[in-house]
């Protein structure tokens, strides 16, 4: 057990569940943070007695079967939540929190984000950067390359680094080297928050400060990457802002359901106990493919 919400155990196999079929992430702690928002709102509904409707009910018995249809059929879908050691329940609640939350909401009557909150959580809470991306892969096939040209790759990447750090226009390197089309329409930048990009390339982007170059590997390649400034003495400030103010409203907005959710579970006597240790030496253990059987024909 990682987390216990309310009378409910949750196990590293309900995670490891959860991050595989619920959000595809290798990201133990997004995980844990979304499973445990979605049993809280189970255990809010129980609590405030909402139910669903008998339509909203049958649709979730239809998504679980559709579900072990597609790993198989019946039995290979009860194989596969035996693996894990769950049950039908974590699809039920994965699959049911939305309708819940939405339902819950209507009644803590949480208020719209100010002009003023989301101003400061864009500052707060985003990041912003250019990069120089040396691909990996192949452009037109998408396969990885061979040794050799990985080695270039890499040697040309450290040498893009070395110019960029010593001094030389960025923005004339981004134009000269760069394999990712994305900054052709991003030229002040990308604009991003927690779990937005790829992990390697948002880490690489916390360890510097605003104006610092770095480097880092993903599965796209070599990202030489130059973090920028957000703040308001920049006078492009507001276009950044009203560019991206849409998701950060709807941040905002999702930040402030779930502290008004733990609030009236706290209220509700409902107990939240999350094993911080043993979440830390956890791993997401890749997915099995499913293999065709004569159920699923």
């Known amino acids: 057990t990682v987390m216990k919400i309310g009378d ?28 445990k928002k979605e049993y809280l709102l189970k255990e809010v509904a129980k609590a405030m007695d909402i139910t669903l409707t008998d339509d909203e009910a049958k649709q979730v018995k239809s998504t679980i079967s559709n579900f072990k249809a597609q790993q198989g059929g019946k039995k290979a879908g009860d194989k596969l939540l035996k693996k894990y050691g769950v049950d039908d329940d974590i699809i039920e609640t994965i699959i049911s929190a939305s309708t819940y939350s939405q339902q819950i909401m209507d009644q803590l009557d949480v208020a719209e984000p100010t002009d003023d909150e989301v101003k400061q959580y864009f500052v707060d809470n985003y990041l912003r950067a250019k990069h120089i991306l040396i691909s990996t892969k192949d452009m ?32 004339a390197l981004i134009k000269e080297y760069n394999e990712d089309p994305g900054m052709e329409s991003n030229q002040d930048g990308y604009f991003f928050t927690d779990g937005e990009m790829v992990s390697e390339f948002e880490d690489a982007t916390k360890s510097i400060e605003p104006g610092e170059i770095t480097m ?39 930040k402030k359901q779930e502290e008004a959710l733990e609030k009236k579970a706290e209220e509700l006597g409902i107990k939240v106990e999350v094993k911080q240790d043993k979440i830390d030496k956890m791993v997401i253990q890749p997915k099995d493919t499913p293999e065709p059987t004569a159920e699923a024909k």
Do not use: W
């Not at 409910?8 to 490891?16: K, L, P, R, Y």
């Not at 993903?218 to 492009?236: A, F, M, Q, T, V």
């Open 8 to 35: 409910t155990n949750i196990t590293e196999g309900a995670v490891n569940f959860f991050a595989n079929y619920g959000m595809g992430t290798e990201d133990v702690d997004a995980a844990v943070d979304n499973l």
């Open 140 to 171: 037109t096939t998408g396969a990885d390359l061979d040794e050799d040209k990985l080695a270039e790759a890499e040697k040309k990447a450290n040498e893009i680094l070395e110019r960029a750090k010593n001094g030389e226009d960025f923005d």
């Open 216 to 254: 880092c590997k993903s599965d796209y390649g070599y990202h030489i990457i130059k973090r920028l400034p957000i703040d308001e003495s920049d006078s492009k400030f507001s276009e950044y802002l009203e560019n991206n103010k849409s998701a950060v409203q709807s941040a905002v907005t999702s």
